[in-house]
């Protein structure tokens, strides 16, 4: 297979049940899409997670499929904490909604993103959201009028979580 990330590239074969690790330099932060392709005379099907780590916590990101809405149960952000989304197009552009609403319910503050076919984007949520600099409790609502991949990544300097979309 081949591993695509952040300009980096890498070759390599796993065997059945295998794992392979592909380490990135901790200098700085670095957000990207990983794209990973089989390759060979029979293209093998693949199935795997991946693992986060920023040297004190890691969290695992799995693999889901597309879909056009996704709610994340969970904003923490603003004074010491993060709340970041990844958002990914497939083959086609996709017009994105994203609503934050907030922990004492009432009406969500909400931004559209447009991504063009097989691109990424991946932000903190107040840098998605205007308005969303400091907020613990609500809840993340995406819409999009194609079928996109999304995930949320929360916490701190000192620890962090995968939040699956439900």
Partial sequence: MTINFAGSSATARVDANGALRFPIPAASSISGAVRV????SLTPSLLG?????????PVTVGARPAASEFWFPQVANGDGLFTGLALASGDVPANITVEVYPAS???????????DHDQQSARLLGEIVNGVSTQVGGYI??????????WEIYGSDRIQASGPPL
């Fill in 37 to 40: 392709i089989g390759s060979g």
């Fill in 49 to 57: 997670v991946l693992d986060i780590d920023n040297g004190s916590d």
């Fill in 141 to 150: 609502h995406i819409r999009s009028d194609q079928p996109i991949w999304a």
């Fill in 105 to 115: 319910g009432g009406f969500p503050k909400s931004a559209t993103v447009q991504l």
